[in-house]
């Protein structure tokens, strides 16, 4: 229905502009006649494309006055961070307005801030913004509501503690406060919901990795809003759609996207990987993925590196000595919850596998793998690339 409406009153846009240039060029002929007859009245001033283009976009704007006027969700007064990138069009940042829920109609929008003739004075930085702001509150906030911000990376397979480590040491929030409430979770989007029985209520694997513009003094609400947030506009419904065609939770297409994220290097194996898991868990056998294992070990001090790390390297003790719900060694299935938070090409991969016959694969040492169908196949895998490694 508003897609029919939105079509309707660009077409009144249309015959506006085109009643309006038909007006001009009647006019103009008038005037060469009446000059030629030497009665062509003084004109006070030009008519211009400018002059033209902002009587139809008042006529427009009159015309969807209550729409100008009507909040986006009148009765949402959260705050929403709002980031505008350097280089982003008016045209965008409207788009981005709309996405996000804090405007009904991002070209309209476009249309009034070009109107008001402020499309230059909306600058790159980090604003808080709500539903129920009107388009011209949200159009005055641009110009004059910058917040100051902390830059903060957050990359793609990285677990929570890595990422409450950063936030506190970036001076954003406690990373103990922040633990505690990622292990709390939330139910208060779509997207965290409708998990299976005996998965954890804990946010990993939802914390979105990107580059966070978190403005200063961010409470706790924020940071965790702005990460849920930017996942729910980050991966598209059509997406998710897929989980229910391959009979899976969406939370455990995200678990499986996250064991694809720590075991896949390489950009072009993604989908192969994931291909590997799905045929094994149609097989009923035990996915056997590192990754869970070094999720399961937790925080240990690499000797080798004189540091401390969340991702310690495998030794064959740990298949069996690792004991956890998160060992797929130990454990059938996927595990109770995500190991790590995944990016979108890896929930991509989850939600598109490969079609393909293979049961195992391993690391050649150059970050690639080598796949086989059989455990004979793999077996010879093993002796052929564990020996180049150790040379």
């Known amino acids: 229905m508003n897609n029919l409406l939105r079509v309707f009153l660009r077409l009144i846009t249309l015959v506006l ?11 103009g002929f008038w005037y060469v006649v009446q000059d030629a007859r030497g009665n062509a009245p003084q004109l006070r001033y030009t008519v211009t494309g400018q002059t033209l283009e902002r ?78 702001m009107t388009m011209e509150e949200i159009a005055g906030e641009l110009q004059h509501g910058r917040l100051l911000a902390k830059t903060v990376l957050i990359r793609e397979g990285w677990r929570a503690e ?26 208060d989007f779509g997207f965290l919901r409708g998990r299976p029985p005996g998965s954890v209520s804990s946010l990993e694997g939802f914390l979105f990795p990107d580059t966070y513009q978190f403005p200063e003094d961010s409470t706790l609400q924020r940071v965790l809003d702005m990460m849920l947030q930017n996942w729910d506009r980050r991966v598209p419904q059509e997406l998710r759609d897929k989980a229910a065609e391959r009979k899976m939770s969406l939370y455990e297409v995200v678990t499986l996207a996250s064991i694809v994220e720590r075991e896949a ?67 059938a299935g996927l595990p109770p919850g995500p190991i790590c938070n995944p990016g979108l ?30 455990f004979e196949e793999h077996q010879k895998n093993i002796q052929e690339y564990a020996g180049k490694q150790k040379k």
């Not at 192969?272 to 990754?291: E, F, H, K, S």
């Not at 989850?350 to 169908?373: C, I, N, Q, T």
């Open 55 to 132: 009587l139809v976009l008042g006529a427009y704007l009159r015309f969807r006055a209550a729409d100008v006027s009507r909040p986006a969700n009148p009765n949402d007064a959260r705050e929403i961070v709002f980031v505008i990138d350097s280089g982003r069009t008016a045209s965008q940042v409207g788009n981005s307005l709309e996405s996000m829920g804090l405007v009904s109609d991002g070209g309209l929008f476009t249309r009034l801030v070009q109107y008001m003739g402020v499309e230059q004075d909306i600058q790159a930085g980090v604003y808080a913004l709500r539903p129920n």
């Open 162 to 187: 890595e990422i409450a480590a950063l936030l506190e040491q970036s001076g954003v929030i406690s990373s103990t406060v922040f633990l505690a409430a990622v292990q709390q979770g939330r139910d």
């Open 265 to 331: 290097v390489k950009e072009e194996e993604r989908a192969t990987i994931a291909g590997v898991y799905v045929n094994r868990l149609r097989r009923g056998m035990y996915l056997q993925a590192d990754a869970t294992v070094q999720y399961a070990k937790g925080y240990v001090v690499d000797k080798d590196a004189g540091k401390w790390t969340w991702w310690s390297p495998m030794v064959v003790e740990d298949y069996t000595r690792v004991v956890s719900p998160y060992s797929t060694y130990l454990n």
């Open 17 to 27: 502009a085109i009643s309006a240039v038909v007006l001009i060029l009647l006019g």
């Open 345 to 374: 090409d890896s929930i991509a991969a989850a939600l598109e596998p490969e079609a393909h016959e293979y049961l195992y694969y391993y690391a050649k040492g150059d970050g690639s793998h080598v796949f086989a169908r059989t």
